[in-house]
């Protein structure tokens, strides 16, 4: 995303920070008790389908969150309209609200927006990357994960040289669908 930007500013490196400490604040927050009441389920479609539209975030994750991911997949299992109807009703307010917001945002602030963007997905890599040390709470056959943090591997055995493999697979990729990219708009 930088590259297509012509440049960096100095100055953009704060919104790049900001960018990265406002994803990495979301993308630790664990899920919290909210109410099943129609307002909020409402609320739960409006944010679930807003974080869809942003690059890095998960509407799956902000509806774990917000501690409604499964009560929302058990009322599509059991065809629950009592749930689906407000959850529908604020993804399709929030696409329309937010859809419009970012568009004037990008069609005033592209540059700045996109720096952020950026940073935001610089964080969601915390979250991807492929070695994690988690803690678990709690005694028994189903103790809860309480923490996860990514960790460096100390040792080079198969699966870490395969997870490497694949990561530079990964971003080859990426650089070479943008290079066709941008050379087929040249030709356009």
Not at 42 to 57: E, T, W
Request: charged share 10%.
């Amino acid at each position: 995303m930088f590259r297509d930007l012509d440049g960096f500013a100095g100055r953009e490196m704060i919104l790049v920070i900001a960018g990265t400490v406002s994803g990495y604040i979301v993308f630790n927050m664990v899920p919290v008790q909210t109410p099943e009441a129609g307002w909020f389920i409402f609320v739960s479609g409006a944010l679930a389908i807003c974080a869809m539209m942003l690059p890095g975030i998960s509407g799956s994750f902000v509806l774990l969150i917000l501690n409604k991911y499964h009560y929302i997949f058990a009322a599509i299992g059991y065809f629950k309209l009592s749930v689906l109807l407000p959850f529908a009703g604020g993804a399709l307010t929030g696409l329309v609200f937010f859809s419009r917001l970012l568009s004037y945002i990008l069609k005033r602030y592209y540059r700045n927006t996109v720096v952020f963007i950026t940073g935001l997905l610089l964080a969601s890599l915390t979250v991807i990357w492929p070695f994690q040390e988690r803690v678990h709470e709690g005694a028994g056959a189903n103790p809860l994960l309480a923490d996860t943090h990514p960790v460096f591997p100390l040792e080079l055995s198969r699966p870490v040289l395969l997870s490497f493999a694949l990561i530079i697979a990964g971003i080859i990729m990426v650089l070479a669908i943008n290079h066709f990219y941008k050379a087929k708009a040249r030709k356009d």
